[in-house]
């Protein structure tokens, strides 16, 4: 059984930073793009950040030059480092992450965390 778990949440003010972080683990064969995605209360889901196996980065404009996505394929862990916070960047940020396993029969699925809560206030 193939699961994400996102660490790192919590509250902070205005201007401050978080660094958030996903590992996958179970029957993994390869872990191919992964990325985070946030949720804010009465919003949808939407993208953040993504990052390939081959370490190139995507991000929605409103993050850019404030978030990182980094990757560590030797522990199948995601990080996203977070400056320069807003409030308007409060929610459950998540996790995602296409996977080939043994569960699996080898195909790639993507998985999801269940997600860290941020909140941005003073």
């Known amino acids: 059984q193939v699961q994400l778990v996102e660490s790192g949440g919590g509250l902070v003010q205005p201007g401050g930073s978080l660094t958030l972080s996903c590992a996958a683990s179970?029957?993994?064969?390869?872990?191919?793009?992964m990325g985070w995605y946030c949720q804010a209360p009465g919003k949808q889901r939407e993208l953040v950040a993504t990052?390939?196996?081959?370490?190139?980065?995507n991000y929605v404009d409103s993050v850019k030059g404030r978030f990182t996505i980094s990757r560590d394929n030797a522990k199948n862990t995601v990080y996203l480092q977070m400056n320069s916070l807003k409030p308007e960047d409060t929610a459950v940020y998540l996790c995602?992450?296409?996977?080939?396993?043994?569960?699996?029969?080898?195909?790639?699925?993507?998985?999801w965390g269940r997600g860290t809560q941020v909140t941005v206030s003073s």
């Open positions: 995602n992450a296409d996977i080939s396993s043994i569960t699996s029969g080898y195909a790639y699925r993507p998985y």
């Open positions: 990052i390939s196996s081959g370490a190139r980065t």
């Open positions: 179970g029957s993994i064969i390869r872990v191919n793009t």
